[in-house]
């Protein structure tokens, strides 16, 4: 049944179908580096955020599931503060030039991410599309409209899109630094404290007795 669908389809449908196929696949590679990268970024972020609360934690300065959190954050924001000074010193960067070149330039209104465009393909998706079982899918890879340019008049603007690119990916990167954080001290904050009463016996117990019982805990 589906060999017979197969080849009822026409070149073009199944140009489209295999496109499809290829591009599922470089999407699917695509989000998996980015997920094994967050999780090794989580991984290394609780691994700091242990490291910062042991001496408070096992010296117990901090003796209650609220104190453990309140000095958690409290040196996680003194992270986050430092690692957010890089971003936006570049983004300031990034600013001055623009400022700096419109001021020459006069250029105020520019688009600077259709100037940062010159430095790639442009491509013409005109009638790269089919329609196949009610979806649109791609039917051929669109033709290079345009190859790359550079402009030396434009360099300003390259200058500081790239600086506000790095910018961007920088604080995200800072950002999900301390989410990783803040989720740790969530978690480790209850279960550090916690009492659990798993394989306990008072009859099998020979360090408490009912004759010396411990006084009741808050």
């Not at 051929?140 to 600086?163: G, I, K």
Request: glycine residues 4%; contains cysteine.
């Amino acid at each position: 049944m589906t060999s017979s669908l197969f080849i009822a389809l026409t070149e073009t449908d199944k140009r489209a179908l295999i496109i499809l196929c290829i591009v599922a696949v470089i999407a699917f590679f695509i989000i998996a580096l980015i997920g094994v990268a967050i999780r090794r970024t989580m991984a290394y972020q609780a691994k700091r955020a242990g490291t910062m609360m042991h001496d408070a934690t096992v010296t117990y300065v901090v003796n209650t599931p609220q104190e453990f959190r309140k000095l958690a954050y409290k040196k996680s924001n003194r992270i986050l503060y430092r690692q957010t000074l890089a971003p936006f010193l570049l983004c300031l960067v990034g600013l001055l030039i623009w400022i700096i070149s419109n001021i020459v330039t006069k250029k105020w209104g520019e688009n600077l991410w259709a100037v940062w465009s010159e430095l790639f393909f442009e491509y013409d998706w005109t009638g790269c599309f089919v329609k196949v079982f009610g979806m649109t899918l791609i039917s051929d890879w669109p033709a290079v409209s345009r190859a790359p340019v550079f402009y030396v008049e434009h360099l300003p603007e390259y200058v500081e899109v790239a600086f506000f690119l790095v910018s961007g990916i920088y604080f995200a990167v800072v950002c999900q630094a301390y989410f990783s954080r803040f989720m740790w001290i969530q978690t480790h904050s209850r279960s550090i404290y916690e009492k659990s009463l798993e394989g306990f016996k008072a009859n099998e117990d020979i360090k408490i007795t009912p004759e010396q019982p411990l006084p009741p805990s808050d």
